[in-house]
């Protein structure tokens, strides 16, 4: 059987996916390295942690590279003489000569259905821009981002209540069979690629701390999709009476913007309800569900029905 020598590249829990498959792949796979980034220091006590991809290749006795920049590793790469490099998710742009030590192909694993939703905040922005369906493209790397010819592709709905939370495990699961099904396919020129329309290109930049700030002047359905594109990282917020509040959960309340109401500034507390916290929009109401004051736990709204805060109360305003 022909064995291909394979280096992949990734970083967080989703990358574990396409991890696993190559593992099920042996022994025409053989899994040479993984590349990931640099152990951090997290939380309060500054504890270094190591990237789930790092975790898994501990435990299954496989050469880990943690290159500050990826350019440090050309010589040990060449060393290795990879058939073919995967990335997922890796955290870092890849130089072309870093592709060219591949012998046969590199290979990316996208969030998306490309041309649509290019670059690091694929899942994010899907639910963000209030997209009805995204999925998984393998791609092959080039120099320009996202933007190699495709191999594969398989989509899946996006429910109207999803969050990036729910709709990252169900891709990372789709991610994973899709190597299982299409790799040695790919490898070995059974599967050919498909140029990339650039006309229809979208793109999924890094969220930005200014993209976590809720705009209260939205319509509803927007300020829905913002909040749940942003759970269950990094979180949407906004600010009241000079205190942030992290907003996890809303709904769309269904009732009209009643008169009273038309000439209020958006983001203006209505009422603390038993179902949670009543807030004017543009174009009607969301009831906050769950929110987090800074330095405090999560909590849900309908708490401040019980326990009245001089923040949380009608007439404050969110901005």
């Known amino acids: 059987m022909q064995r291909y020598k394979v280096i992949f590249m990734g970083t967080p829990i989703f990358a574990t996916a396409v991890l696993t498959a190559l593992t099920k792949l042996a022994p025409a796979i053989e899994l040479i390295g993984i590349v990931t980034q640099p152990d951090r220091k997290v939380g309060r006590h500054q504890a270094i942690r190591f990237s789930p991809t790092k975790e898994f290749g501990l435990a299954h006795q496989i050469p880990i590279f943690q290159p500050e ?28 000569r870093i592709l060219k030590l591949a012998r046969i192909n590199c290979l990316n694993v996208h969030a998306s259905l490309l041309p649509k939703l290019r670059g690091g905040a694929p899942i994010h922005k899907a639910i963000i821009y209030g997209e009805q369906e ?32 729910t709709l990252h495990d169900r891709l990372m699961v789709l991610a994973g069979t899709m190597i299982e099904k299409y790799l040695l396919d790919i490898i070995t ?5 498909t140029p990339q329309d650039d006309s229809q290109a979208t793109f999924a930049y890094n969220i930005t ?20 594109g942003l759970y269950s990282w990094p979180i949407a917020y906004t600010t009241v009476v000079n205190v942030i509040y992290k907003i996890h959960q809303v709904i769309v ?24 916290v009543k807030v004017k929009v543009e174009d009607g109401y969301v009831i ?24 949380i ?3 404050n305003i969110f901005i």
């Open 69 to 96: 920049k990826i350019n440090e590793l050309y010589t040990t790469l060449e060393a290795l003489q990879p058939d073919v490099i995967v990335t997922c998710a890796y955290g870092q742009f890849i130089p072309e």
């Open 189 to 193: 020129g059974k599967l050919l690629g």
């Open 253 to 276: 309340a269904e009732e009209p913007l009643i008169e009273k109401d038309v000439d209020l500034v958006n983001g203006t507390i209505i009422a603390v309800l038993k179902t949670g």
């Open 209 to 228: 701390r200014d993209e976590e700030k809720i705009n209260w002047f939205l319509p509803k359905q927007k300020i829905y999709d913002q909040i749940r």
């Open 313 to 315: 109360m009608p007439g």
């Open 134 to 165: 995204t999925g998984i493209t393998l791609m092959k790397m080039i120099k320009r981002m996202d933007a190699g010819e495709m191999y594969a592709q398989e989509a899946i709905t996006i429910t109207p209540d999803e969050t990036t939370a």
């Open 288 to 311: 906050i569900t769950h929110l987090q004051r800074e330095g405090k736990k999560v909590t849900p709204a309908k708490n401040y029905y019980h326990t009245p805060s001089p923040e």
